[in-house]
C-alpha cells in the first residue's frame, strides 16, 4: 500500500480537544485554532485518495475522497500531528508534501481550501 506522510510541530498555546467532550465542543476547539499547516498532494495522474492523521492520542481518516493535484490546509492544534494521504486504489502513488505552517488569516492563502 502506498502512503505519504508529513509531520508536523503543535502550536501548544491552543486549546487540546482532549479538554472536551466529543461532539459539537469538540468541533468548537477545532475550529478555534488558526494555525494551519499547508500541505499539497501529488501524483503522475490524477488520482482519489483520503486524508488523515495520527498522533501518540489518536488516528483517523476523513470519510470524503479528494484528488490530487490539490493544495489545502488542515488546523493544527498543541499537539504534534502527523498527516498522511492513502490512494483510493492501494496500487496508486500520491505524494503528500508539507509546504509551510502559518496561519488562516495568510494572505496568500485567502482561496486554501480548509479540510
Given at each position: ?32 485554532w488558526n494555525n ?37 490546509g488542515m488546523r ?40
Amino acid at each position: 500500500m502506498n502512503t505519504s506522510f508529513v509531520s508536523v510541530k503543535g502550536v501548544p498555546d491552543q486549546k487540546s480537544v482532549s479538554e472536551t467532550k466529543e461532539g459539537s465542543e469538540r468541533e468548537e476547539v477545532i475550529q478555534s485554532w488558526n494555525n494551519i499547516a499547508v500541505m499539497r498532494v501529488t501524483s503522475e495522474n490524477p488520482t482519489k485518495f483520503f486524508i488523515g492523521f495520527f498522533n501518540n492520542k489518536t488516528s483517523q481518516y476523513l470519510k470524503h475522497e479528494l484528488t490530487t493535484d490539490l493544495e489545502f490546509g488542515m488546523r493544527i492544534g498543541p499537539d504534534d500531528i502527523n498527516f498522511m494521504v492513502l490512494p483510493v486504489n492501494a496500487g496508486d502513488k500520491v505524494s503528500l508534501e508539507l509546504i509551510e505552517q502559518t496561519t488562516e488569516a495568510d494572505p496568500k492563502y485567502t482561496d486554501l481550501i480548509l479540510i
